[in-house]
C-alpha cells in the first residue's frame, strides 16, 4: 500500500475544499473512528466533542484566518458538518489533556467511570530524529521520525503552493488541515512527538496544536518557526523537532508556559514521549508508567543511527525498523494481548533528505511496509 498524494493551490479555502473532495472516503473514516475513540478512550460522546470542538473553531479563527477557512473547505469538500471537522482537528488537545486527566486520576486510586472502557490512560509512541551533513554519507541533512498512533488512521501527503509560491510536502492525517510531519521549499521541516504534563488545559485560549504546525510549515526561516512556539504560551504539551537546511536543528520540548531547546551532539538528535529534564525545566510530567519505554526508543535509536555512521537512507530506514521492547519499540505493532481501543501502531516512518528536498515514508509499521519516495520537484511537474 501506499498512501495517496494530493495537491493543492489557490486560497486556504480552495485547498480545503479540495482536499474535502479528494479525501472524502478518508476524512469521513477518520471522523468515525475518533468519534469512537472520543468515547472509548476519554469517555466523551459527540455532543460533548462537539461543544468542545466549537470553543476550538473559535479559538482558531482568532488565530489564523486562513486555518479556519481551510477548515471551512475540508467541511465543504467532504460534505461533512463543520464541527465533525473541528473536532478532527482539534484532537491533540481533546485526547492529550485527556490522557494526563485521567493518568491523574487512575495514579490517585481513581477507576474508569462506570461503563467506560478500561483504556490505556498512558499511551506513548513516535521517535524523532535528526542528523547533520558531518555525519551522512551523502552530506546532506537528514531528519524524520516514526509515528506511533491509533492503527486504522488514515493518512495523506499533502502538497501545497501558497499564493506567495512557497510549496509544503508532508504527512497529515486526512481532514487535519496543513500536515505535521514534512518540510518546505524554504528547507525548513518539522517532526512531532505528544508529550503530558499536569498543567495541559485544553480550555486555553491560544494557538491550538496542529495550527502551529501548519505555521511552522510555513516558516521561511528556523528562527521564524521556533518562534511560532515560543512566542505565546500553549494549551497541552508537544515536543516540535524543527530543522533548516542546510545544517540547523532546534528540538522545542513545550510545556504550557516553559520551553526548552535542544539541539544536536555529535551530529545526531532524538527525541521521544518525554521531556529529557522536566524538574530542571520546573515542570511535571502527567504520570506514566510506560515511560520508561520512552527513554529506552530515543537512546535505542540514536545507538542504532551512531552504529551506522556514516548515515544512509537506507540505514536510517532499517533503524526505524528495530522492534527491541515490542510492542513498546522503535517500530510499533499492535498488542493483540489487550483490548482494540488499547491498539496502537507505527502508522508511518519518515525519512526527509532536506537538502535535496524528498519525503521517504512508508503506509504502515516499516517492517512491513515499503517505503514510496516522493521528491519535491517531481510533485511540482505532476501537479
Known amino acids: 500500500m501506499s498512501l495517496p498524494v494530493v495537491s493543492l493551490a489557490g486560497s486556504p479555502y480552495a485547498m480545503g475544499v479540495t482536499h474535502g473532495t479528494v479525501l472524502k472516503d478518508r476524512i469521513t473514516h477518520n471522523v468515525a473512528l475518533y468519534y469512537d475513540r472520543f468515547r472509548r478512550e476519554i469517555h466523551l460522546d459527540r455532543a460533548a466533542v462537539q461543544a468542545v470542538a466549537a470553543r476550538f473553531a473559535a479559538q482558531v479563527e482568532r488565530a489564523s484566518a486562513d486555518y479556519y477557512a481551510g477548515m471551512q473547505g475540508v467541511a465543504a469538500g467532504s460534505g461533512l458538518d463543520f464541527l ?3 473536532a478532527l482537528n482539534a484532537r ?11 493518568a491523574m486520576e487512575q495514579s490517585q486510586g481513581a477507576g474508569p467511570k462506570p461503563g467506560a472502557a478500561d483504556r490505556e490512560a498512558t499511551p506513548d509512541g513516535c521517535t524523532a530524529f535528526a542528523a547533520l551533513p558531518g555525519i551522512t554519507a551523502n552530506g546532506h541533512l537528514l531528519v524524520g521520525q516514526n509515528w506511533d498512533w491509533i492503527p486504522e488512521t488514515q493518512g495523506a501527503v499533502l502538497h501545497t ?6 510549496q509544503t510536502l508532508a504527512f497529515t492525517e486526512c481532514g487535519i488541515v496543513g500536515a505535521k510531519i514534512g518540510f518546505n521549499s524554504a528547507g525548513v521541516s518539522l517532526c512531532i512527538n505528544g508529550m503530558t504534563t499536569v498543567d495541559d488545559d485544553w480550555m486555553r485560549p491560544v494557538t491550538p496544536f496542529h495550527v502551529r504546525c501548519y505555521r511552522i510549515l510555513r516558516s521561511r526561516t528556523l528562527e521564524d518557526a521556533v518562534q511560532v512556539l515560543a512566542g505565546e504560551g500553549r494549551a497541552c ?3 516540535f523537532l524543527i530543522a533548516q537546511t542546510p545544517d540547523h536543528v532546534a ?3 513545550a510545556a504550557p508556559d516553559k520551553i526548552n531547546i535542544l539541539a ?8 521521544a514521549n518525554h521531556f529529557v529534564d522536566p524538574s530542571g525545566l520546573g515542570i511535571v510530567e502527567a504520570p506514566n508508567e510506560r515511560r520508561v519505554y520512552s527513554r529506552n526508543r530515543q537512546n535505542r535509536l540514536r545507538e542504532l543511527l551512531m552504529q551506522r555512521l556514516p548515515l544512509t537512507i537506507e540505514g536510517i530506514q532499517d ?3 528495530d522492534t527491541r521492547d515490542e510492542p513498546f519499540g522503535i517500530c510499533r505493532h499492535r498488542d493483540h494481548s489487550v483490548g482494540p481501543e488499547e491498539h496502537y501502531t507505527t502508522v508511518t516512518a519518515v525519512v526527509m533528505d532536506l537538502t535535496a528536498g524528498v519525503l521517504h515514508l512508508t503506509d504502515g509499521p516499516p ?10 520537484n517531481a510533485v511540482q511537474r505532476s501537479a
Request: charged share 25%.
Open 84 to 86: 465533525d471537522i473541528a
Open 92 to 102: 491533540y488537545e481533546i485526547l492529550y489533556y485527556q490522557f494526563g486527566r485521567l
Open 161 to 166: 503552493t501558497e499564493p506567495d509560491g512557497l
Open 237 to 239: 504539551a508537544g515536543n
Open 251 to 253: 528540538d522545542v520540548e
Open 264 to 271: 544536536c551532539n555529535e551530529g545526531c538528535l532524538t527525541h
Open 319 to 321: 533503524a526505524l525498523r
Open 367 to 376: 517492517d512491513e511496509s515499503p517505503f514510496q519516495t516522493i521528491p519535491l
